[in-house]
């Protein structure tokens, strides 16, 4: 398709061209490597004198399509896609650093990416500076000759805090610096980065991309000159998607919007219902009026994702009390599923955190993460209901 679409439409009718069998829908690859013509046909090939499939470590039709509608969704000129959302951050960062250099990140990640920075990269002596979320004017005062990205997630999990992208863009292009975009908790329906500046974005696809909690998957996309170095790395390391998981993301991409639309409306009405109940203490949501970016989540969001944040009052032993008495909602640490999920971040997706690290970036004992699923709202609001109660 060379005419621009709409974003639906481009998520449908992104395809891989057809065989001889003229088959409607893209079928499955399944299949480790692919036979040249001749030997000069393997030699060019080896050499990246032709564009082609040579082995599904490097890439595989089924994951070129994947990657080839997640880039028209965020306005991207290349990707790659990898098997979790982890591969894809540690793989984006590990192909972009040399021992030496130095990250500015938001305090506010997910709880493994903090790891990464502050457990593993040390060891081959690459260094992070961490800024507080509402804090973006000392990103500046951090910048040394040795800094070369910029990390962040927006929203931010699990608090969902906003940072603004816009700002973060103009910092670093103003410093040189490469700016990284998790997008995972927004989805590219909801919130396009690179729009405001973004280098690369990152997503895991396990979640709102699958949206029915099937399949592991990770995609970064951006400049092509990034995305290059990025696929060097991983084609050598081997981080790369199964095809049968690329193909279950690219149906699932087709049905995106529809869905993103439902988790945003239930998800809004849940956040309203709790900010009124005597047992939280707090709730954030972007879209909610109350929430401190409200504003900033309206400039760069469509809405407000599937993730609402909130605290119950009386600690760790009522929010036990929550999570034992819920009956219909999941108890899991994904999100973006159809099936509603609760998660106590303190004991699972941050348990790696100290209690310090976790304070600083709002996590209480009382805290808690609802991914708000497809089902309806008013069924989902009453086993809240009986659990707080």
Known sequence: MNKKYEFETEAIRTQLERSQFLEHSAPLYLTSSFVFEDAEDMRASFAEEKERNIYSRYSNPNSSEFIEKVCKMEGAEDGF???????????????????????ISARSVFGSTHSLFTNFFPKWNISHSFFKIDELHTIEEMVTPRTKILYAETPTNPGVDVLDLEELGKIAKKHNLILIIDNCFASPYLQQPIKFGADLVIHSGTKLMDGQGRV????????????????????????????FNAWVLSKSLETLALRVDRHCENALKLAQYLEQHQKVNWVKYPFLKSHPKFEIAKKQMKAGGCVVAFEVKGGLEEGRKFFDAIQLLSLSANLGDSRSIVTHPASTTHSKLSAEERASVGISDGSV?????????????QDIEQALG
Do not use: Q
């Not at 959302?85 to 990250?103: C, E, K, Y």
């Not at 990025?230 to 095809?243: D, H, K, M, Q």
């Open 216 to 243: 592991l998957a990770g995609i970064t996309v951006g400049s092509s000159e990034l995305v290059d170095k990025v696929y060097r790395f991983s084609r050598i390391t081997g981080p790369a998607l199964s095809p």
């Open 81 to 103: 896609a990898f098997a979790s959302g982890m591969a894809a951050v540690f793989s984006t960062l590990a192909a972009l650093l040399n021992s030496g250099d130095h990250i």
């Open 369 to 381: 993460r609802i991914s708000v699923g497809l089902e309806n709202i008013n069924d989902i609001i």
